[in-house]
């Protein structure tokens, strides 16, 4: 089963975009006690998995308008994170900003975390 690997540096937004940053302000925060996700604060010891998907989008004419015009042609992605038997989703993200969300867990997360998605969105161990 894959787990993050855990890094050693705090990550940083500096790849991010205005709009980008802005989302983050408005639905994420992460620091040493918590992460908070739209404003419900989740303790980094009750995290015990985290499960990322890519956005679905409807086949016809207005999937390719969203992805076109609203998302500029981008993938996006949803982040799901469960803990005490609950889930926090993040919808929608940009890769670079599922990229930042899954490092602050691997940075601050203080037990493995299971991860369950595209392997090659973040670095990954097998445990």
Same mark, same amino acid.
């Given at each position: ?67 076109? @015009? ?22 929608? @993200? ?34």
């Amino acid at each position: 089963m894959a787990h993050l690997q855990r890094i050693n540096y705090r990550p940083n937004t500096d790849n991010l975009n205005d709009s980008e940053k802005q989302y983050l302000q408005r639905h994420f925060d992460a620091y040493g006690a918590e992460i908070v996700i739209n404003g419900d604060a989740i303790p980094w010891q009750t995290i015990d998995e985290v499960e990322v998907a890519k956005a679905a989008r409807a086949s016809g004419p207005a999937g390719w308008l969203v992805k076109t @015009l609203v998302m500029n042609g981008a993938e996006t992605y949803h982040v799901g994170i469960y803990f005490d038997h609950r889930e926090a989703v993040l919808t929608n @993200l940009t890769l670079n900003t599922a990229q930042y969300i899954l490092k602050n867990i691997a940075y601050y997360a203080p037990n493995l975390v299971r991860y369950m998605g595209p392997a090659d969105l973040i670095a990954l161990t097998e445990n």
